[in-house]
């Protein structure tokens, strides 16, 4: 039973490199979430997915863009990456929620991200 | 304890003891709580949560209690051991829009054998 699974566990990159974090769930969850957490802090939300297709705007979404083109899938990717943006990436799922659906978010491992 | 706006801090308990860990939370119309546990170098793993329309809720070694008078929640895990050791999360959700959760900042627990 995986769960969510993130890939890759770790990455450096260089000021300006782009590249694509994926996220994986087998739940067969309608939303899907992409958070960073950086040291001290919370996790603040990116970008999420409420189903194929659909994404929008978190929190913290500039420099960053998703895309679901499958249900199991969300994609994040950094067009060109900046040393602010070094943190751990953490991808969530869930089923649907709505205003009286209650159910907690499942979490991959993260993926640390360094950019020098 | 934990506030968002706060920095992290940190709850050092012996093994054996009960521990309590607390959230202020920041909206009062919130209507959902969930609480989380992050190992080092793992994603958060759901513990336990609660609705707003109670004030208390148990389950095994854990309890969270709910004080919306003064947007409070507590984490109590009873008989703490060396493996709850842990970054601790509280989140709120808000009824309306898309009803994503937003989470505090975390209480580190460190749990001494």
């Known amino acids: 039973n995986a769960g969510v699974t993130q890939t890759p566990k770790f990455r450096v990159l260089k000021t300006g490199q782009s590249m694509t974090l994926l996220c994986a769930q087998d739940?067969?969850?309608?939303?899907m979430y992409w958070y960073r957490q950086d040291p001290g802090m919370g996790l603040r939300l990116i970008h999420y997915?409420?189903?194929?297709?659909?994404?929008a705007k978190g929190e913290v979404p500039d420099g960053y863009n998703v895309s679901r083109l499958k249900k199991q899938n969300f994609l994040l990717g950094l067009e060109s990456a900046a040393p602010s943006q070094t943190s751990v990436y953490f991808c969530?799922?869930?089923?649907?929620?709505?205003?009286?659906?209650?159910?907690?978010?499942?979490f991959g491992d993260g993926t640390r991200l360094s950019i020098l | 304890g934990e506030s968002v706006g706060l920095h992290l801090p940190t709850l050092s308990v012996q093994e054996g003891d009960n521990s309590i860990i607390n959230c202020a939370y920041s909206?009062?119309?919130?209507?959902?709580f969930i609480w989380y546990k992050q190992e080092s170098g793992k994603g958060p793993q759901f513990i336990i949560d609660?609705?707003?329309?109670?004030d208390k809720r148990q389950g095994q070694r854990v309890t969270v209690l709910l004080n919306k008078t003064v947007k409070h929640l507590s984490l109590q895990i009873a008989a703490t051991q060396p493996g709850d050791s842990a970054v601790y999360f509280c989140?709120?959700?808000?009824?309306?829009?898309?009803?994503?959760?937003?989470f505090g900042r975390g209480t580190s627990l460190i749990v001494h054998p």
């Open positions: 909206n009062s119309a919130s209507d959902y």
């Open positions: 989140a709120e959700k808000v009824p309306g829009g898309s009803y994503i959760p937003t």
């Open positions: 609660i609705r707003s329309n109670m």
């Open positions: 739940m067969n969850h309608e939303y």
């Open positions: 969530a799922s869930s089923t649907r929620t709505g205003t009286y659906s209650n159910q907690p978010q499942h």
């Open positions: 997915s409420v189903g194929e297709g659909t994404t």
